[in-house]
């Protein structure tokens, strides 16, 4: 089968390699869709933390069982996405309901070997039943569920102003599920295109640009001089992570989905004083992949709406480092395998 390897940072190589075969607690999956995202791009670029090379990237997935456990619920043809979040199953986050942040985990795409090729086996206990959706739905369940993982870890409810820092798919997505949780949501970016697409295409009221705005007194005048109760960023810039610390109201939670290599930093002091509360929300759950999948199917989330561009998988190679420059106004590139 044909495979994609990113070999270094910046060098893409399509590789011949065995179809996996199939094995006890494994299932295999034809490839049908594979979502771009930024793990992915950063991947690329050199500045993914906990990676190596070479590597198949991608675990935004969908595509159907060919090959299955002869103890499997999952039938030959089936459409299937998967969590792509391998987990031990004994550790203590393991045992705590907490597979997200298992002490081994093994991600898809990250440090092992992801679907960037026309097959894949996978523990078969990671299945998620397509339950009808489209191939691109399911392989925007993934993305989608990171979002709501941090919108659930932060404990939006209704009324909360939670603000979203980036408004990438990751950001997108966290927008999606906190409007769904009943929130006010503020979009905060840098690119007018994509604070236009928060209000065009998701319906969030409030966006900031906080290039050309002053984000403090924006923020004060939209919450009433209360300041956001939930900020979560979904950057992953160290700069954007450490100011959004001063946006925070007293007594709020602020939630880092994004994440990058460096030290972030902010004032004890004023921290203290909002007795404030901060957290990583990493991953998703099988729990959020389902709220996901239901969200989709009655239709509280138009997932296709993210995808902005469509390439067949010879092209992948030729068009990836243009999606890395915001002129092209990428929101989501999504790959097709025929």
Not at 109 to 128: R, W
Request: hydrophobic share 40%.
């Amino acid at each position: 089968m044909k495979t994609l390897v990113c070999t270094t940072p910046g060098e893409f190589s399509y590789q011949e390699s065995e179809k996996p075969t199939q094995s006890p607690g494994h299932t295999i999956i034809k490839i049908k869709r594979i979502g771009i995202c930024g793990t992915d791009l950063h991947a690329f670029e050199g500045t993914q933390p906990f990676f190596s090379y070479p590597r198949i990237l991608g675990h935004e997935l969908a595509g159907e069982v060919v090959d299955n456990d002869n103890s499997s619920e999952f039938g030959v043809g089936e459409a299937v996405t998967f969590v792509p979040y391998f987990n031990c199953g004994k550790c203590i986050a393991c045992r705590a309901g907490k597979p997200n942040c298992c002490t081994s985990i093994q991600v898809s795409g990250v440090h092992i070997d992801g679907g960037m090729s026309e097959y894949i086996s996978v523990p078969t206990y990671s299945l998620v039943h397509g339950d009808g959706l489209s191939f691109d739905e399911l392989a925007l369940v993934e993305p989608l569920a990171i979002g709501a993982h941090g919108v659930r870890r932060a404990g939006v409810k209704s009324g909360d102003f939670v603000l979203v820092v980036g408004a990438g798919p990751i950001g997108l997505g966290t927008m999606e599920f906190a409007r769904i949780a009943g929130a006010r949501v503020i979009a905060l970016d840098v690119n007018d295109a994509r604070l236009a697409f928060c209000t065009d295409k998701i319906g969030v009221t409030f966006t900031i640009n906080a290039l050309t705005e002053n984000v403090t007194e924006r923020l004060s005048e939209i919450t009433k001089g209360d300041m956001p109760t939930i900020i979560i960023d979904a950057t992953g810039n160290l700069r954007a992570i450490n100011t959004a610390f001063t946006y925070l109201a007293h007594g709020g939670t602020y939630v880092l989905i994004g994440l990058q290599k460096g030290e972030i930093s902010f004032s004890h002091p004023e921290f203290h004083k909002r007795e404030a509360t901060l957290m990583s929300s990493r991953n998703a759950t099988r729990q959020d992949f389902e709220h996901v999948i239901d969200s989709m199917k009655n239709r509280l989330v138009e997932p296709t709406t993210y995808i902005t561009h469509r390439v067949k998988f010879g092209e992948v190679a030729d068009q990836f480092e243009s999606w890395l420059d915001p002129k092209n106004g990428v929101i989501k590139a999504m790959v097709s395998i025929d």
